[in-house]
Structure formats: structure tokens, C-alpha cells
């Protein structure tokens, strides 16, 4: 007769849970269109590679590097310079300028573009001074840079996006301690002997960081090139999918433009990976400012102002001043509903967006499956991928699955209900939740790791189930967290014009698609009250970081 083992229990078969196979779920959707760009560009329909590289890539590369290696260095000097004068002197006007040097972040770049060929084309108001203050008729009179050039997207670009490396190198400043500095001053070195050989060395990490999503953002752009006829990889994806009609050969452009972010987001990582700075102090004591006084003063006000001046002064008195000149544009029911159309589906992105960034981080903690854990750092993929690639990678596979759809409901009811997908606002709420998951995704993790653990436990205990324990215990205590990741999530829709203009339905403007149309067809005056709700919607946004970062 056979003995039964009873000592040790059967081991039962364990399946994910709900929690575990949400989170895979959602991961996969995330990634899903990055893979579709890349299987696309290797598996195209017509392969034109020989013939991208041959005439039109080349160029688009070329053009690329420039703007990127031009831009990342520009917002970098400007950037790491104003916050170091910000946070090492004191000078007339140093607390405003503090804070208003981030609101150039609420001008979006392909505005600023439009402001300032409004301002230096020959009609006005720079040219037409000039002209009656030396006499000169016309423009072989004199000569003027060309406004609309290569050198002008760096202009504008460059003062766009420097408040992300100001922002982060100021952070970087204010947490070094002043031993380094007393050590130094005691042993002789001057102002830029401490600056180049203590400050900056220690706050590399942080800039280097702040550059790269300088660089990544002008990848991104295609509203400030497109206008200055300059042409990039992202125009390119425009051209060839739009006008050549060939989605491969978009897909392959756009298998570039991915390839060119991931270098450059490991070379940002192998740039800083031997960098170790520590506080050998128990507490921490920051540099006390230096007070500068006569021309000293004037001179760090004057280099603090004037990239606010560019970047944010200059284009919102043009837009502003097109605006109260058109104030009948105002009550234009196009205007109008592109506010309603930007509202919904900013709004409608903004709310899926956390609620699935939420869910997969609590979701993850909960499981004890390795997969969602590996999966969850590859979805912030998204937010580095330029608008164009996602909507590549977005759009080809909805539109395959969406004739599918409508030809199986045909067939079971007889109705054509046509491109249910495709044919509305769900592609372009889709690609805004790939793109912008990351900041979701990230203030999720970061707010429910400041919660004790013994919450959740002791709720646990008390009977609670898993879904009440979110939204019981984390919910109210993160819910500041929660909300500025809605506000910020839902800015970045409102601005984002790339993905806006390939995936959005047919005669279906958003203030950003409105603003680009308008401005194209050289119309500022419509195109004015729709950048100032979206400067305002932006303003909204610096509010929030410079409240967080105070």
C-alpha cells in the first residue's frame, strides 16, 4: 500500500491578479506604439529606405544635429549661468527674476516663432523704425539678417526651453554646501575660479540632465522649424507620410528620430555615471550670497533679464497686442470650438492619463510578478519619443484595427458605422496618454512611496479590500500629488501640436492646431486669441513648478 506524503501541501497553481494583469496591460499599451514605429519601419508595405538615404535623410539628419547640439548648448549656457547668479548673488531685482525666468516654459516655441517674424519681417515694427529713422525706402537700402532662417529657430528655441536647465541647475546650487566654497575663497580662487572649478563640476549631473530634455524637446518641435522652413526629421515625417502618401517610409524616418533620443538618453546616463558628490557634513549650510552693487549689479540684472525678456516678454506683447487689436476674433465660433474641442480632449487625455498611471504603480506594488515591475520604467519611453513618432506608431495599427471593427459590425448588423476609432478623438487621446505617462506615471510612484507602509497594512487588517485601501488611504493622502499631475498632463495636451496634427479627426481644430494654421497662413491676427489661452494655460503650469520648487 502507497504512503501519502501529507507534510508538505500541495502546491497550488497561483494566476496574476487583477491588479498584476491591469498593470501588464496598461505597460503594453504604453509601449505598444514605440514597437509599432519600429516594426513598421523594418516591415514597410514600399521600402524607400535607399531612397531616404540617398536624397532627403541626410539632410534631415544634418539639420537635426544642428538644432539639437546648437539649442542644447545655448540652454545650457544661459540656463546654468542665470541660476548660478540667482542663487550665488544678490542684485537688483534677483527675487523677481528668481521666478519669472520660468515663464518663457509658458510660451510654447512655435508662438515665440510667430511673435518674433511679426515683430523683425520687413513690415514691422523693428524694420519700419529703421527705414524712417535713416530715410532708407526699401530693403536694398540697408541690410537686415533674414528673419526666417536656421539661426532664428536656435534663437527661439533656445529661449524657450532654457528654463528647464535654469530650473534644475538652481536645484543643483542651492544643495551644495558652502564648505567647498570658504575652502576655496580661502586659498585665493575668484568668483569664476569657485564657479568653473566647484559649482559647476558638482552640478554637472544636473545639467547634463536638463539638457538632454532641452535636446529631446527640439526634437519634438515642428510647429518653430516648419515655419522657418527649416527642414528636420520630424518635417520630414510630416512630408513623406502626408504628401508622398508612403506610412513605411514615415515609419523609418521616425525609427531615426527614436534611434537619435535613445543615444541621446545614454549618453546622458554614461556622461554622469561616475559622478559621486557627497555632503560630508552633518547639517547641511548653503553658500551665503555675495551683494553686488554699481555696474555689477546692473550687469547680472541685465544677463538674468534678458532671456526673459526673449523668451517670454517679447512674444506675449506681440500676441497680446494682435489680441486687443482683434478683439472681435474673440467671439469667432471657430474659436470657440476649438476651446471646447482643446477642453475635452485635453481634459478627457488628462484623466485617463492618472487614472491608468495610478493604477499600474499601485497595481505593481501590489504584484509579485516580475514582469509589470521590469515593464514599468520602460513606459516613460513615451514622453522621450517626439509627438510624430507616436502618432506614426499610433495611428498605422489603430487604423488597421479600426477597419476591422467596421467590417465585423457590419457583417453582424448590417449598418456601417464606419471608423469608430480612427474617425474620432480616440487616436489623439491614445497618443497624449503614451506621451505624456511618464509624469503620471513618475508623481504616482513618488507619491505613494511617501506613504507608510503600516496604512495600508493596518487597513489591510481591518478588512479592507484592495480597491478600498487606494481609495481610502492613498488617494486622500496623495492627492495633492495626484491633482498637479492632472494640471500638468492636461498643459502638455493643450500645447502638443505634432501628434495633435496627424491624428486628430477630419475639421477638428484645437487652439494649438488653430494657432498653427492661423500663424501659416501669415493671419496672426485670428491666430492671437487662441496662443494667449494657450500662454495662459502654460501660465498655469509654471505656476505649479514654481510653488513646488520654492
Known amino acids: 500500500m502507497s504512503q501519502i506524503d501529507i507534510s508538505t501541501p500541495p502546491k497550488r497553481a497561483s494566476f496574476p491578479s487583477f491588479w498584476s494583469l491591469g498593470a501588464l496591460l496598461i505597460a503594453l499599451i504604453v509601449v505598444l506604439p514605440i514597437l509599432s514605429v519600429i516594426w513598421i519601419a523594418f516591415f514597410p508595405s514600399e521600402n524607400i529606405w535607399p531612397h531616404l538615404l540617398s536624397t532627403t535623410l541626410p539632410r534631415y539628419l544634418k539639420n537635426t544635429l544642428i538644432l539639437m547640439v546648437s539649442v542644447g548648448a545655448i540652454s545650457a549656457i544661459v540656463g546654468t549661468g542665470t541660476a548660478w547668479m540667482i542663487v550665488r548673488y544678490q542684485f537688483f531685482g534677483a527675487r523677481w527674476l528668481e521666478w519669472v525666468l520660468l515663464l518663457p516654459l509658458a510660451i510654447p516655441a512655435y508662438v515665440g516663432a510667430y511673435a518674433l517674424v511679426d515683430f523683425l519681417e520687413y513690415a514691422g515694427p523693428v524694420q519700419t523704425s529703421l527705414r524712417e529713422m535713416f530715410g532708407w525706402r526699401n530693403s536694398r537700402d540697408y541690410w537686415f539678417p533674414e528673419v526666417r532662417s536656421v539661426g532664428a529657430a536656435i534663437l527661439v528655441l533656445s529661449a524657450s526651453l532654457f528654463p528647464y536647465v535654469y530650473l534644475i541647475a538652481r536645484a543643483a546650487f542651492r544643495e551644495q554646501s558652502s564648505s567647498g566654497e570658504e575652502v576655496a575663497r580661502s586659498l585665493g580662487a575668484g568668483a569664476f575660479a569657485r564657479f568653473f572649478r ?86 547641511h549650510r548653503g553658500t551665503p550670497k555675495t551683494r553686488l552693487l554699481g555696474w555689477r549689479s546692473f550687469v547680472a540684472f541685465f544677463a538674468c533679464a534678458l532671456p526673459f525678456a526673449i523668451g517670454f516678454v517679447l512674444p506675449a506683447s506681440v500676441i497680446l497686442h494682435h489680441a486687443v487689436d482683434n478683439a472681435d476674433r474673440w467671439q469667432d465660433p471657430a474659436l470657440l470650438s476649438a476651446l471646447l474641442n482643446t477642453l475635452t480632449v485635453a481634459g478627457s487625455a488628462a484623466l485617463v492619463t492618472v487614472s491608468l498611471g495610478l493604477f499600474m504603480v499601485y497595481g505593481v506594488r501590489l504584484s509579485d510578478r516580475a514582469l509589470p515591475r521590469l515593464l514599468m520604467p520602460v513606459t516613460s519611453i513615451g514622453y522621450a519619443a517626439p509627438g510624430a513618432v507616436l502618432a506614426v506608431g499610433t495611428l498605422i495599427p489603430l487604423a488597421m484595427l479600426d477597419h476591422a471593427l467596421a467590417d465585423g459590425l457590419e457583417a453582424l448588423t448590417g449598418r456601417d458605422f464606419g471608423l469608430l476609432l480612427t474617425g474620432s478623438a480616440f ?124
Open 427 to 550: 487616436a489623439l487621446i491614445l497618443a497624449y496618454c503614451v506621451r505624456f505617462f511618464a509624469i503620471a506615471q513618475g508623481a504616482a510612484d513618488a507619491a505613494m512611496g511617501r506613504v507608510s507602509p503600516s496604512l495600508p497594512m493596518a487597513a489591510r487588517s481591518l478588512g479592507r479590500t484592495k480597491g478600498q485601501v487606494l481609495s481610502a488611504v492613498y488617494l486622500p493622502l496623495i492627492r495633492a500629488s495626484v491633482l498637479s499631475s492632472l494640471l500638468l498632463v492636461f498643459v502638455d495636451c493643450v500645447k502638443e501640436l505634432p501628434a495633435t496634427l496627424l491624428l486628430r479627426p477630419f475639421n477638428y481644430d484645437t487652439l494649438a492646431t488653430r494657432v498653427y494654421e492661423q500663424a501659416s497662413l501669415e493671419n496672426l491676427g485670428d491666430a492671437a486669441p487662441a496662443a494667449i489661452l494657450v500662454i495662459i494655460v502654460g501660465l498655469c503650469a509654471v505656476a505649479l513648478l514654481a510653488r513646488s520648487s520654492r
Open 198 to 283: 566647484i559649482g559647476l563640476p558638482m552640478a554637472r549631473p544636473a545639467i547634463a540632465a536638463g539638457t538632454a530634455i532641452v535636446m529631446m524637446e527640439t526634437v519634438n518641435d515642428f510647429g518653430t522649424v516648419d515655419y522657418f522652413s527649416v527642414q528636420t526629421l520630424t518635417t520630414g515625417i510630416f512630408s513623406v507620410w502626408l504628401e508622398s502618401n508612403n506610412a513605411g517610409g514615415a515609419a523609418q524616418i521616425a525609427s531615426t528620430v527614436l534611434l537619435l533620443v535613445v543615444l541621446l538618453v545614454t549618453l546622458e546616463k554614461l556622461s554622469r555615471r561616475r559622478s559621486r558628490f557627497f555632503s560630508l557634513g552633518r547639517s
